[in-house]
Nanobody
Framework: QVQLVESGGGLVQAGGSLRLSCAASGRTFSSNAMGWFRQTPGKEREFVAAINWNGASIFYTDSVKGRFTISRDNTKNTAYLQMNSLKPEDTAVYFC??????????????????WGQGTQVTVSS
């Protein structure tokens, strides 16, 4: 039984920081890419960041470059998203996901077969 559990969301002021964690259980994802996506009401799920199995390949959507940092600790089967200089437009439910296929990295949500339930991030002005 595979489970991904996000934590670390909350309410912060613009310019503040949050660190999201994604703890996986049921299997190891040390050979699979991990990704973060976000979704707001009325919008499709948006790619935020992805990291390949060993951290050598990292991608971000343009709107978060320079502010967000994705990382992973394979010894803990956990991925992270450090979010700095938060803006009100970052407000969303943030989802952690793991890729179906080992050793690739993808920006496409359909390539991710394992998803957490999401954690709410709200940035006030």
């Amino acid at each position: 039984q595979v489970q991904l559990v996000e934590s670390g969301g909350g309410l912060v002021q613009a310019g503040g920081s949050l660190r999201l964690s994604c703890a996986a259980s049921g299997r190891t994802f040390s050979s699979n890419a991990m990704g973060w996506f976000r979704q707001t009401p009325g919008k499709e799920r948006e790619f935020v960041a992805a990291i390949n199995w060993n951290g050598a390949s990292i991608f971000y959507t343009d709107s978060v470059k320079g502010r967000f940092t994705i990382s992973r600790d394979n010894t803990k089967n956990t991925a992270y998203l450090q979010m700095n200089s938060l803006k009100p437009e970052d407000t969303a439910v943030y989802f952690c996901a793991a890729d179906f296929v080992p050793f690739r990295v993808s920006l496409t949500s359909q390539h991710y077969g394992y998803w957490g339930q999401g954690t709410q991030v709200t940035v006030s002005s």
